[in-house]
């Protein structure tokens, strides 16, 4: 089985609830999506889809993914779908999140031509789903507390609240939520947004709370500083981006990593990373920096295939946008991400709510 055809679209997808908050005053109104469709020899179909959350989240900007998507396309031409990562890897250095849609379409590949559901090839499934979380972002208490209660109340049980600003105002919103939803699982994420000195004075001042605390400076020193002082679970998220990474961090005593699917590079590389870290007994989350159906789905079946006992949660794209790209995802109305039962992503794609494609190259 050989790829013959590349074809990409590019999609752009607005928050449904609206502008998405981080610290450092960076908001952001939607995902801007690059789809990758890789077409085989034998008629087999494979998507993929990757966004950056604009351009300050992450060293990734949907432009990046546009402008590298030629050049990927062409050194897949030809190429088996098993050795997409090592032919993308051969074909430009760096850039990893231009390259994640490409391997995800492979591993789609993979799957609909065994006639799999995409689990079935990463470890197979453990448990029925994956627990999801939702983000409130900064905002005033009351907003953080109004949102807290409606996602609640959607289902979700778990919620990061952002931080990573002004430590009392950050302490406020957080006893907002939490007097509003006491029973949710509570994540305070800053993004690495804060300095140390601001995280140490946030630490102090909520030790009567029960969270865990999620990347609260942005270098993996600052957040090293903190380990001590942090008398509660620990995880990395912005400071992951290689298996080495997540050796470090389990070194230095963290308790988990977030595994952003395009910040790493793809499925092939997530999967390794995910699987170093549950054997250093790390929590993992396995997650993306934005899509829609097709990347939630990408989250679902990786997620689903973590040991339950390391798993942490998941997120569900598809209901953070206001437009479709596919079917095939499972209700999530208890709080938890299924894998679609289809072979490979099993994601029925909707080319036409794709828009016109931005590329085309074949054999
Ligand atoms: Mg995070």
């Known amino acids: 089985m050989r790829i013959e055809r590349v074809t990409c679209h590019r999609q752009l997808q607005p928050f449904a609830d609206g502008p998405y908050v981080m610290s450092g005053g960076r908001v952001e109104q939607g995902f801007d999506s690059l789809v990758v469709a890789l077409h085989t020899d034998g008629g087999v179909v494979g998507w993929g889809e990757m966004s950056p959350l604009g351009t300050t989240y992450d060293p990734a900007f949907a432009g990046g993914a546009f402008a590298a998507a030629a050049l990927l396309a062409e050194a897949l031409l030809g190429a088996a779908p098993a050795a997409a990562h090592r032919v993308l890897a051969a074909a430009l250095k760096g850039h990893p999140y231009a390259k994640s849609a490409f391997d995800m379409a492979a591993w789609d ?15 197979g499934a453990d448990g029925e789903g994956t627990v999801l979380y939702r983000p409130i972002g900064r905002g005033s208490p009351d907003a953080m507390a109004a949102r807290a209660a409606e996602y609640c109340g959607r289902g979700y049980r778990r919620l990061q609240v952002k931080v990573g600003g002004n430590p009392a105002a950050d302490e406020a919103g957080l006893r907002a939520v939490m007097r509003a939803v006491p029973d949710a699982t509570i994540y305070c994420d800053a993004n690495g947004g804060w300095s140390t000195g601001d995280a140490r004075t946030f630490l102090a001042a909520t030790t009567d709370l029960a969270y865990t605390l999620e990347q609260p400076c942005a270098t993996f020193d600052e957040c090293r500083s903190l380990r ?15 298996v080495t990474d997540a050796v470090l961090a389990a070194q230095a005593g963290f308790d988990g990593i977030t595994i952003k699917i395009a910040r790493v590079g793809g499925i092939t590389p997530a999967r390794l990373i995910r699987d170093v870290a549950v054997a250093y007994g790390m929590s993992v989350t396995v997650e993306d920096t934005g899509g829609a159906d097709i990347d939630t789905a990408a989250m679902a079946h990786l997620s689903l295939t973590s040991p339950a006992a390391n798993r942490a949660h998941t997120v569900d794209f598809h209901h953070w946008v206001s437009v479709s790209n596919g079917t095939g995802l499972p209700p999530t109305d208890d709080g938890l991400l299924r894998a679609p039962s289809g072979a490979g992503l099993g994601i029925e794609v909707d080319v036409a709510a794709l828009g016109d494609r931005v590329l085309d190259v074949s054999r």
């Open 109 to 123: 590949v993979l799957g609909r031509a065994a006639g799999l559901p995409l689990h079935h090839l990463l470890g």
């Open 228 to 242: 001590a002082q942090a008398q509660r679970p620990f995880v990395l998220d912005e400071c992951i981006e290689h």
